[in-house]
């Protein structure tokens, strides 16, 4: 069947962070990009495919594809591209336009398109979120104990309440992409064992925690400078130092939570305490690598970065910063006036950060893992009996 070719889909997705500066009409599909993607050996046509989905307004097609979550942006493409069509620029800004159409709500379109539009929703949760606090704070002094200060019962109903929501819009986002690739896979006629979808998951999970599908490009990429990096330089020790570091600052949140009395007094050597305060370093760690490299420019996939770039990481810093803060403010006898400010922000920074997992870029860590156990799927072996195909 003919297919009108749209080129409105390309203009969207410029406005998801490349802008003005992606000029992928200038592709000629001569594959260049995927000869060089340490990934696209299993991936057929990728990232080359992506490109020319988003030419002839394949929208649909392009949202469903796990492949588009499976680049790490390790510039390879873009470097060798004889046409500066700038590939690496384009998965960026796709991914970007993804998230705007999974959410449901949306925010992630406004937050997304624009810093305004990212700057207003930030706003808007920062404002509800101080009103909220604001409406049980206690002005007893400065030597008033932080979660007296902040009644620790209500910062517990306001997170219980938002981890609820944010929960639902992720929920939301990941079964829009899940029920995309499953129609599209059905068209294309693909089979998709359901025995195999445990394994996949587990796969996804292992490829997640442990950066297998980055320390892959990193070690098959042709950049000497990466390549002469100490090992605890390596792009991939990096992200993970980021994602380990804020998973395990969330684990010691949640146990706290569930376990502990809230705003009681613990040792400094509680199992959370520790594995809170040992998060934030180790994210810290990662989060400087990641700054001063977009600073200096100097190397993919930071030579180009837009605000949602420098947003997350900078938001994600004074976050982890303050958190720190706190964790010494509390043990000293006296709060003052400035732990009660450090605190309020933190308090306030930690729920936005929460809140717009689903709807920034922060949303990676849901749509990659996702487009890993979606990708493991689709290329397990195939039983006819389990499939998608299968007739009761």
Not at 62 to 83: D, F, V
Request: charged residues 15%; contains cysteine.
């Amino acid at each position: 069947m003919a297919r009108v070719v749209n080129t409105s889909l390309l203009q969207k997705i410029k406005k998801h962070g490349a802008g003005s500066s992606l000029d992928v009409s200038a592709c000629f599909q001569c594959g260049n990009c995927t000869a060089v993607c340490p990934l696209a050996e299993d991936s057929g046509g990728f990232p080359r495919r992506m490109i020319r989905m988003a030419q002839v307004d394949m929208e649909q097609e392009l949202l469903a594809s796990e492949e588009l979550w499976r680049c790490y942006a390790c510039g390879e493409c873009t470097q060798t591209c004889p046409r500066q069509a700038d590939p690496a620029a384009f998965m960026a800004a796709a991914r970007s336009y993804a998230i705007s159409r999974y959410d449901f709500t949306g925010l992630a379109a406004l937050a997304n398109r624009s810093i305004v539009g990212n700057l207003l929703v930030f706003a808007m949760f920062s404002a509800v979120f101080s009103a909220l606090l604001l409406s049980r704070m206690h002005t007893g002094g400065p030597d008033l104990p932080l979660f007296h200060f902040l009644p620790g019962e209500w910062i517990h109903s306001i997170g219980v309440a938002l981890f609820a929501v944010v929960g639902l819009s992720a929920f939301f986002g990941v079964a829009s992409m899940t029920w995309r690739f499953w129609q599209q896979r059905r068209s294309e006629g693909v089979a998709l064992n359901l025995g195999a979808l445990p394994a996949a998951i587990y796969s996804a999970a292992a490829d997640a925690l442990l950066h297998r599908r980055f320390q892959q490009c990193a070690a098959e990429s042709g950049a000497d400078a990466r390549a002469a990096q100490p090992w605890y330089q390596q792009p991939w020790l990096i992200h993970a130092s980021v994602m380990g570091g804020f998973l395990a600052m969330l684990v010691a949140t949640t146990l706290d939570f569930l376990f502990k009395p809230i705003g009681s007094v613990v040792p400094p050597w509680y199992p959370t305490r520790i594995l809170g305060a040992a998060g934030g370093l180790v994210c810290l760690y990662g989060l400087t690598f990641v700054l001063l490299r977009r600073k200096q420019g100097k190397e993919h996939p930071y030579q180009r970065s837009s605000f949602a770039d420098w947003f997350f990481p900078v938001l994600l810093t004074v976050t982890v910063l303050t958190g720190l803060f706190c964790e010494v403010v509390v043990y000293l006898p006296s709060p003052t006036a400035l732990g009660h400010i450090v605190f309020f922000a933190h308090v306030v920074l930690a729920m936005d950060l929460v809140a717009l997992l689903p709807l920034t870029k922060f949303a990676h860590v849901l749509y990659r893992t996702l487009a890993l156990a979606l990708f493991a799927w689709r290329h397990a072996p195939a039983k006819v009996a389990a499939s998608v195909h299968a007739e009761a």
